[in-house]
């Protein structure tokens, strides 16, 4: 059974940092590519980041690029989106997603496999 277990939200200042981490089990971890992606209130999920765990291929969205960093620990099975700079804005339920495949996409759509989901707020 496949599960990807958040961890790491919580409510931080407006320029703070916080390192949210994906724990994958119950699949071969390099033949899945992993994403981030993020809902606010009212608002439509959206792709953040996603990696290629064949080759860690990276990609990310335009608002977060410079400020987030995806990445993949293959002995833990566990992927991290460290976020820097925060903003207002980025204020959402952050959830890890995942889908059998080798070439990493923004795609919502295409992601099978989600986590419930962590909090992040960021306040002004």
């Known amino acids: 059974e496949v599960q990807l277990v958040e961890s790491g939200g919580g409510s931080v200042q407006a320029g703070g940092s916080l390192r949210l981490s994906c724990a994958a089990s119950g699949f071969v971890f390099d033949d899945y590519v992993i994403g981030w992606i993020r809902q606010a209130p009212g608002k439509e999920r959206e792709a953040v980041s996603c990696i290629s765990s064949s080759d860690d291929t990276t990609h990310y969205a335009v608002s977060v690029k410079g400020r987030f960093t995806i990445s993949s620990d293959h002995a833990k099975n566990t992927v991290y989106l460290q976020m820097d700079s925060l903003k207002p804005e980025d204020t959402a339920v952050y959830y890890c997603?995942?889908?059998?495949?080798?070439?990493?996409?923004?795609?919502?759509?295409?992601?099978?496999?989600w986590g419930q989901g962590t909090q992040v707020t960021v306040s002004s």
């Open positions: 997603a995942a889908f059998y495949g080798v070439w990493a996409t923004m795609t919502v759509a295409d992601y099978d496999y």
